[in-house]
């Protein structure tokens, strides 16, 4: 029976430490609440920090025993471990790039890395340990970007989820890491990641196809032969809980009194933990400019702000704390009378009993971060509005704005506009504040925690799915045998071979792909067996073929099939073919060599390629699109085909095409063996004409009409030389 092993840095509990006993207690947050219901179920277990040091090996043997019980399985960090990988390159180099904040916050020390590694190794060990084939493992957030990957080279098959809850940057604030390589490698060993908005998807695609040689079409990038699929999964809360905490008695009676001590006023609601990425200064900076533009409403509003301390030892946050404490005690005393505050302000954390009396009684919820992965406390004050009524205002910053579209949407940074939302809010006539608070309900009521966490493990099930189907079709060791049988056993064959991408990898220099000697030693060993006709057909121009192959005992079409040539014959081309349209055509590809640096032309007889294999990543792409768009409906008149490639885009005529060229080859003779190999779009056509009994093979990718396909023509060649006896590398 599989198991679910979920990851992260801190496990759900809070362990703590009286005299010599340890007691441990379950956290509030978020994803300990959504995960619940994996981790308490069977086998299942949650694998993590438990939140302080214990370097005792009797005190780390009875905590393992006492965890055990809750199905949870700690990893023991030492103190200098926690300041290096936790406080050191998660919290000094992620966590303030990833939001945007690099120049005054990011250090790059090289031992916060090492050390970063190795508890990344030290958490994969705990995997290790418990994990058995079949399982899925769901790993969480920046500290363990390493993980994914650590774990996949233990256990190549086995199910990887990763979801990051910051927000992933761009791709220019990303490059900044300079360990930027490995963090992707690391994020790409699982099969899903998950972000919580798409913007995330764009910037880590945008992020790994640039930093690496990865490809990726849509959502799905492609490592070697495996596909990984990247999604947006917006999390959500526990709806009900939050929902049915203020009919609690308790709640109830805190709501009566904050009502009644904020009756005269109208109550706006601020929580956060202490951080610079929760935009309080910007806040409080609007606040006090409503007060000063608008001294009709001072004793009328109140700020209710409380901030959770996080990290306050750190000098930065220390400051912040500081610049917090002087901007509320400066407005303060300017605005505040014997009556009225204008802000109460609260430096510690709450309990869920007084967070939520305070979500149903405050008129206004004020949620303006810098920039923030999703942002629950917008959620939270929703789901506690059960009388469909309160105004949520929510900074565009934060993942939570893409859904909660009925909010007033600010931009944080535009103090006026702060200001103006807040005025706006106030004002707000109770229909219009019902008509969006329904709405904004029922969707955080339909999308809750375990909405979030179903999708994603049954997002991660399809995933594993799609990996096997394209695995059946690969030539592994098993197909390969049967391929090489139906070869032995069969008298006339015929062997269809592409040539750049197929027999060859690709070069940067379209003339430096010339065949080497264990490629010639291949065809030679093919072609002296009688039984087999070689065809080589390939895209590139007939003089290259002829300087490559001309003395060799093999069928050549060249430019996918406009040119022929026989062994001792001479070329011959398609008569009737015309090449009057290139006038038209070469001027428009010329002005995007013009605008793609890197990029230029090729000219063979029939047909023109426009190559952008030395063009900035991603500037290539969109000029090819570009230059699709914009030739087609020529094309179509003129009779031309157009063939996107690796990298090219051809222009060719329609009569020319590597299918019908085959299929009169085929059609020649009787053959009992048909096999062909390309890579490319313009091998479609083979695949697609010869007869069902063919063994078609795809090089390279697994969407194709082709039966099987193969990784890269180092495969080829081994299968190629599996049908003589094998042909040893020089």
Known sequence: MSKTIIVSNRLPVKISKTGDEYTSATSEGGLATGLGSIYKQGDNKWIGWPGLEITEEADQKTITKQLAELSLVPVFLDQEEINQYYEGFSNEILWPVFHYYTSTYAVYRQSNWEYYNAVNEKFRDAVLAIAEPGDIIWIHDYQLMLLPELVRKKMPEVSIGFFLHIPFPSHEMFRLIPWRKELLEGMLGADLIGFHTFDDVRHFL????????????????????????????????DYNKYSSLP?????????????????????????????????????????????????EYCGKITLYMIVVPSRDTVPQYAHLRDEIDKRVGNINALYRNMEWAPIHYYYRSFPIETLSALYSSADVCLVTPMRDGMNLVSKEYAASRTGNDGVLILSEMAGASKELIESIIVNPNNTNEVCEA???????PAAEQKRRMQAMRQLISKFNISHWVKIFMDRLKEVKQMQRSMQTRHVSFGTEQSIVNR????????????????????????????????????????????????????????????????????????????????????????????????NDIYPILETYVDRTPGSFIEEKTYSLVWHYRKADGGLGELRANELMNNLKYLAS?????????????EVKNMEINKGKAALMLVEKKDYDFIIALGDDYTDEDIFKALPDSAVTIKVGGNLSAAKFYLRNPLEVRKLLSSFVEEVPVQ
């Not at 032995?488 to 690709?506: E, M």
């Not at 157009?642 to 090219?648: E, F």
Request: a positive charge.
């Open 487 to 582: 070869y032995n056993k069969t008298k006339k064959r015929i062997i269809f071979l592409d040539y750049d991408g197929t027999l060859v990898s690709f070069k940067s220099n379209i003339n430096q792909a010339a065949p080497d000697k264990h490629l010639y030693a291949i065809i030679d060993k093919l072609t002296d067996d009688p039984a087999n006709d070689v065809v080589l057909i390939s895209g590139r121009k007939h003089e290259n073929l002829n300087d490559w192959f001309s003395d060799k005992k093999i069928y050549l079409i060249a430019e996918h099939g406009a040119w022929f040539k026989q062994q001792n014959t001479s070329w011959h081309k398609i008569s009737g073919l015309t090449d009057s349209w290139k």
């Open 206 to 237: 945008g992020a790994a196809t640039r930093i690496l040689p990865v490809s990726s079409s849509a959502n799905v990038i492609t490592c070697g032969d495996r596909s990984v699929v990247v999604e947006s999964f917006p999390m959500g809360i």
């Open 422 to 428: 807040i005025l706006k809010a106030i004002k707000m």
């Open 247 to 295: 009919l609690e008695p308790e709640v109830k009676e805190q709501a009566a009194q904050i009502k009644d001590a904020f009756k005269d006023t109208k109550l706006i609601l601020s929580i956060d933990r202490l951080d610079y990425s929760k935009g309080i200064l910007q806040r409080l900076q609007a606040f006090e400019q409503l007060l000063q533009l608008h001294p």
């Open 637 to 649: 008149d003129k009779g031309l085909q157009l063939l996107p490639g690796d990298k090219v885009l």
